[in-house]
Structures are given as C-alpha cells and as structure tokens.
C-alpha cells in the first residue's frame, strides 16, 4: 500500500472532508500528557516487587536503563507520528511502514500489551483499595483478594473495577488535556506526600547490600534476577509513553513541542523513580517490599496510617484513569482492525445509542476481568513488557524504513541523529526483551502465533486492502 494512500485515507473523512484535528496543544500540555500516562502502576505497584526479588535497592538503575531504552523509542514514535498523519498507533505507524501483514502483527501485539496492562494495573489498583480498607479497620477477605497462585480464590477487587470501566464506557467517556492536568497533579500531591514522611525516616542500613542480586543471571527455574532482569520489569513503569507521540497532530509547533514533551515527561518520571524508589528502599528493607502496595505498605510499617489511607485514596484514583484510557484504548485498535476488514465486522459495529462500540467493550472487559482475577500481577507486566518491546522495536525500525523508502515525505519532527537513534532503540528494547524469563518469551510465541492463523485464516481474505487489490468496492 502507497504510504500517500495511505495518509490520505486517514485524515479525510467519507465525504473527503479535511479530518485533521486541532492543533490546540501547548509544550506543556504533551509534557502532562506523558506524565499522565506514565506515572502509575509502575511506581506505585512494581517498584516494590522488582526491588523485593529481582535488584535490590539498585533497582534505581534498573529505573535508569529502562528510561533510556524508552527515550530512544519516543523519539521514533514521534517522527511517525509526525509523518504519517497522526494515525494514533503503533498499529497505524506500521501499516504505512511495512504494509498489511506486519500492521496486523502489531496490532494483535498491542492487543496484548493493552489488555494485560489493564489487568495489571487493576491488580496495583486492588492492592492500594484493600490496603486503605486495612487502614480504615474494615480488612478484605485475603482469599477474595489473591489470585488462585497466591494461595487465593480471587482477586475480586480487580475483576470488578474493570467491570465498573465497562459500565463507564459503554456509556461513554469525554477526556481533555485539563482533566488529565487535574489528575497529574493529584498523582504528584501524592507522590509528595510519600516523599516528605519518607525523607524523615531513611535508615541507610536498608541498602546494604545495595545489588544483592548482581546484574543478571538466570535461575535454575528459568527465572531472571538482577538489575538488568529488574529494568525488563519495570519498564513496565513507562508504558503510555507514546501518548506524547500520537499527540502530533494537536500540537500546535510538534517539530519542537513534540521533543520537549517527550524528553521532559520521560526525564521527570524517571527523576521521580528514583526518588521514590531510593526512598523506598531505604525505610524498609527491600525484602518487604514484595506486595502490590509498596509505598502504602511502607507507611503501614512504619506507623503512619493516615499517610498510607491517604496515598492509597489517591493512588486509587490515579490508577483508575489509567485503566480508563487503556480499556479505551484497546477497543479502538480493535475497533480499527475491524473496520480495515482484518477481523470480523461483528467487532466494528456501533451501538445507535451510545455511539460506543459496546460489543467489543463488554467482550474485552468480561475478558480481562477474568484475567485480572485470576493471574498474580508480577506474570502479567512481565507479558506486557514483552509485547509492548516487540512493539517498540518495530516502530524504531519503521523509521529507518521510510527514510529509505520515502526520503521526501514532510516530516515536521525528525529524530536526531537517524539511523544512530533508531538502532540504539532496536538495540536496547531487543536487550530488555531478552532479560525476561523463558516462560515469557513461550507465552508470547502462543500469542504471535495464534496471531498468525487468524491473520492467514481470515484477515488476508478479508481486508479492505485485498478487496481493493481485487478491484472490490469497498
């Protein structure tokens, strides 16, 4: 497919009306944009459990690794973000740079990456809402709030706040960049709070050892630990990124606007990272830490409940609006590789009343409802890492590829030092890729080749583009 097809047909609309979108979106309004979206269950969540098992109180380096690993694949989601129309995705971007067939194999990789995150984060966000019931002195039963490999029955907290979303959704959800400033700076009010009672209480004994786990080595059991093992975890903390990117269109100057988004939300979350994780580490031993609610937990240990009450409340509602945007999310891809024709049109359709797609809202949500109960949070961010890696490296190397194959396409942002950026980008997520565990990397061939069989049994039959090749009305 022409990659001048293709943009036209994303930015027009049936009628060939002019569909490009606002541009209303300041400096600061992207950089919000990307602390919105990075800030969530990775430090509030994984943090304590890559410290517990995998790198100690090191595990600000792993915050650091991880962090540079990202900044290179932002940097080339926003040049495609720029140059390809606005297409919102790493689904889009790969369409316009490798054709159907690798289109297709990222969006079935970010269905993964999307649905799963959904369930994690609703396994941190049932962490911080027991433990603030724990606080107030009303406990939650812990064999309804484990999952069945924790020694539980359920974590019934998690299924039922993505049932709640569902709700939502199908109603329908408005979000503007004030809103997501409003939630950024709750976000930050509790991440201070944490800081100030926690700078009073560090007790340096607490990082010794400081890299009980060395770098990287592998288990007998096929488990990874280490620093290196700790950065493929958490890079989990910087999924949402690229909402910076997909921003291209609405920034009003995205040739500087996108950068300084892009570099100051990843430099500013990071910095916050390693604070809170050195603090972290440094009030309680990092052997504690192993639970879905560090920083709360960390309070609890020390005494100060109302602190722990307080940041569990906000956290809660930090958390929840990144679920929000990641099950709405996941629908659209869906939603889109539906009306492309690569799965079924059952998916594409649109409830007349809610003008939501309601089918693939309620499918998804009984789906990761389900997930989020029954599967510990630790083997879930593992698995969104791998996919959200895979996917990063192909939008690094997609910009490669148009420079070769499209050298004169308007690109109002350019990543630096091309192909340098990009490679490192290839080079750094592939090297995260190969610190997780065996078992991962199984559980992500199933899915890539399940990918597959439906793209060959039914998607190349059926898409748009085929019909048009076969001179179809479509």
Same mark, same amino acid.
């Given at each position: 497919?022409?990659?001048?097809?293709?943009?036209?047909k994303?930015?027009?609309?049936?009628?060939?009306?002019?569909?490009s979108?606002?541009?209303?979106?300041?400096?600061?309004?992207l950089?919000?944009?990307?602390?919105?979206?990075?800030?969530?269950t990775?430090?509030?969540?994984?943090?304590?459990?890559?410290?517990?098992?995998q790198?100690?109180?090191?595990?600000?380096?792993?915050?650091?690794?991880?962090g540079f690993?990202?900044?290179?694949?932002a940097?080339?989601?926003?040049?495609?973000s720029?140059s390809?129309?606005?297409c919102?995705?790493?689904?889009?971007?790969?369409?316009?740079?490798?054709?159907e067939?690798?289109?297709?194999?990222?969006?079935?990789?970010?269905l993964?990456?999307?649905?799963?995150s959904?369930?994690?984060?609703?396994?941190?966000?049932?962490?911080?809402?027991?433990?603030?019931?724990?606080?107030?002195?009303?406990?939650?039963?812990?064999?309804?709030?484990?999952?069945?490999?924790?020694?539980g029955?359920?974590?019934?907290p998690?299924?039922?706040?993505i049932?709640?979303?569902?709700?939502?959704?199908?109603?329908?959800?408005?979000?503007?960049?004030?809103?997501?400033?409003?939630?950024?700076?709750?976000?930050?009010?509790?991440?201070s709070?944490?800081?100030?009672?926690?700078?009073?209480?560090?007790?340096?004994?607490?990082w010794?050892?400081?890299?009980?786990?060395?770098?990287?080595?592998?288990?007998?059991?096929?488990?990874?630990?280490?620093?290196?093992?700790?950065?493929?975890?958490?890079?989990?903390?910087?999924?949402g990124?690229?909402a910076?990117?997909?921003?291209?269109?609405?920034?009003?100057?995205?040739q500087?606007?996108?950068?300084?988004?892009?570099?100051t939300?990843?430099?500013?979350?990071?910095?916050?990272?390693i604070?809170?994780s050195?603090? $972290?580490?440094?009030?309680? /031993?990092?052997?504690?830490l192993?639970?879905? &609610? *560090?920083? @709360?937990?960390a309070?609890?240990l #020390? !005494?100060?409940?109302?602190?722990?009450a307080?940041?569990?409340?906000?956290?809660?509602?930090?958390?929840?609006?990144?679920?929000?945007?990641?099950?709405?999310?996941?629908?659209?891809?869906?939603?889109?590789?539906?009306?492309?024709?690569?799965?079924?049109?059952?998916?594409?359709?649109?409830?007349?009343?809610?003008?939501s797609?309601?089918?693939v809202?309620?499918?998804c949500?009984?789906?990761?409802?389900?997930?989020?109960?029954?599967?510990?949070?630790g083997?879930?961010?593992?698995l969104?890492?791998i996919?959200?890696?895979?996917?990063?490296?192909l939008?690094?190397?997609?910009?490669?590829v $148009?420079?070769i194959?499209? /050298?004169?396409?308007?690109?109002?942002?350019? &990543? *630096?030092? @091309?192909?340098?950026?990009?490679? #490192? !980008?290839?080079?750094?997520?592939?090297?995260?890729?190969?610190?997780l565990?065996?078992?991962?990397?199984?559980?992500?061939?199933?899915?890539?080749?399940?990918?597959?069989?439906?793209?060959f049994?039914?998607?190349?039959?059926?898409?748009?583009?085929?019909?048009?090749?076969?001179?179809e009305?479509v």
């Open positions: 497919m022409p990659l001048s097809i293709f943009r036209t994303r930015v027009t609309s049936d009628d060939g009306a002019d569909a979108l606002h541009r209303c979106l300041s400096a600061w309004d950089a919000f944009l990307g602390i919105g979206a990075i800030i969530g990775g430090i509030f969540v994984l943090t304590g459990i890559a410290a517990a098992t790198a100690g109180p090191a595990v600000i380096f792993s915050f650091v690794i991880a690993a990202c900044a290179f694949a940097l080339s989601y926003a040049e495609l720029a390809v129309g606005g919102g995705s790493a689904y889009g971007y790969s369409y316009a740079a490798f054709g067939l690798f289109a297709f194999i990222i969006g079935w990789d970010l993964l990456e999307y649905g799963i959904v369930a994690a984060v609703a396994n941190g966000w049932a962490g911080y809402f027991c433990n603030a019931l724990d606080a107030l002195g009303m406990p939650f039963p812990d064999f309804l709030s484990k999952a069945p490999k924790l020694g029955l359920i974590n019934l998690a299924s039922l706040i049932l709640m979303l569902m709700a939502l959704l199908i109603i329908g959800v408005k979000h503007s960049a004030r809103v997501n400033n409003v939630m950024v700076t709750v976000k930050l009010i509790t991440i709070i944490f800081i100030a009672v926690a700078s009073f209480n560090v007790n340096p004994d607490n010794q050892p400081f890299m009980p786990f060395g770098w990287f080595q592998t288990l007998p059991d096929g488990k990874t630990t280490g620093v290196l093992a700790g950065a493929s975890l958490v890079f989990f903390a910087y999924v990124f690229d910076v990117s997909t921003a291209a269109e609405e920034a009003k100057n995205p500087k606007d996108l950068p300084f988004g892009i570099v939300s990843l430099a500013f979350c990071t910095l916050v990272y604070i809170v050195a603090l $972290l580490t440094g009030v309680v /031993p990092y052997t504690q192993n639970v879905s &609610s *560090p920083v @709360s937990h309070l609890t #020390m !005494g100060y409940h109302w602190a722990s307080l940041i569990a409340t906000g956290v809660i509602a930090g958390l929840t609006t990144v679920m929000l945007v990641l099950y709405y999310g996941l629908t659209r891809i869906i939603f889109a590789m539906s009306r492309d024709g690569l799965f079924s049109p059952f998916f594409s359709q649109v409830n007349p009343n809610t003008q797609p309601v089918r809202i309620v499918i949500g009984l789906i990761m409802a389900a997930v989020a109960g029954l599967i510990p949070l083997d879930l961010a593992e969104v890492n996919g959200t890696l895979a996917a990063f490296v939008v690094c190397f997609g910009v490669i $148009l420079r194959t499209q /050298p004169d396409l308007p690109r109002p942002f350019r &990543s *630096p030092f @091309s192909p340098l950026f990009p490679i #490192m !980008g290839m080079l750094s997520c592939g090297a995260l890729m190969a610190f565990p065996a078992i991962t990397w199984l559980r992500f061939v199933v899915w890539l080749v399940l990918g597959l069989i439906v793209y049994c039914y998607s190349i039959h059926h898409s748009k583009l085929a019909k048009s090749d076969q001179g009305v």
